[in-house]
């Protein structure tokens, strides 16, 4: 059983270019959240997806964007990308429903870079 | 959201017990705690959750006070393999602190 996985595992960017990252939920998962952990931080919760629609937004700005598709894995995106974007995005899953009592399943993350 | 308190870090000798606690007095009546841990490199991963009885799993206890202001996660034969950041997320278990970094000493 396939755990989340997340593409790609590094990645490096300039200022101003903008990104995307994926993630496949772990399997029999519906629901997909994306967090943001600078070097010696908590994770920071950006958004999460539930039947391809944005569900609950945490303090980021419009530049970070998702995406969910129909077989549940997604997508985020972010736009003009600055220095401060450099961190490792962790993808979570965890089914629908009582997400509140859900355990949430992490993937590796994604490290991304900004120059 | 319900807001933690946690420790910065702790330290514990290997094979011994380590008790993290964890103040989360804005929490509702419905809120759920659960503690996640984060190893060096990795995504964080699931320890335990509960409500408002003590929980026990393979990996952990969870002691949560009466009152459900705080909870202690007890890990009762600490291994060199448990040195990671604690992470006690109460409410919607979305948002996380800065957590407890446990350094397990040989």
């Known amino acids: 059983d396939a755990g989340v996985t997340q593409s790609p595992t590094h990645l490096i960017k300039t200022r101003g270019q903008q990104v995307t990252l994926r993630c496949s939920p772990k399997?029999?998962?519906?629901?997909v959240s994306w967090y943001q952990q600078a070097l010696g931080q908590g994770p920071q919760f950006i958004f999460q997806?539930?039947?391809?629609?944005?569900?609950q937004r945490g303090n980021f700005p419009d530049r970070f964007s998702g995406h969910q598709f129909p077989n549940y894995s997604s997508e985020l995106n972010v736009n003009a990308l600055l220095l401060g974007d450099s961190a490792l995005y962790l993808c979570?899953?965890?089914?629908?429903?009582?997400?509140?009592?859900?355990?949430?399943?992490f993937g590796p993350g994604t490290r991304l870079l900004v120059l | 959201d319900a807001k933690t308190t946690q420790p910065n870090s702790m330290e514990s000798n290997e094979e011994e017990p380590v008790h993290l606690p964890c103040n989360h007095s804005?929490?509702?009546?419905?809120?759920?705690i659960h503690w996640y841990r984060q190893l060096p490199s990795q995504g964080p991963e699931y320890v335990i959750h509960?409500?408002?009885s003590n929980v026990n799993n393979r990996m952990a206890s969870l002691a949560i006070a009466e009152d459900r202001k705080s909870s202690t996660l007890i890990l009762h034969r600490a291994t060199l393999r448990d040195a990671a950041v604690y992470y006690c997320?109460?409410?919607?278990?979305?948002?996380f602190g800065t957590g407890t970094r446990l350094t397990v000493i040989p």
């Open positions: 979570a899953s965890s089914s629908s429903g009582q997400v509140y009592q859900e355990t949430q399943y």
């Open positions: 399997s029999g998962h519906d629901t």
């Open positions: 997806y539930y039947e391809e629609e944005e569900r």
């Open positions: 804005t929490i509702s009546g419905t809120d759920y």
């Open positions: 509960g409500l408002t």
């Open positions: 997320i109460p409410a919607n278990n979305l948002f």
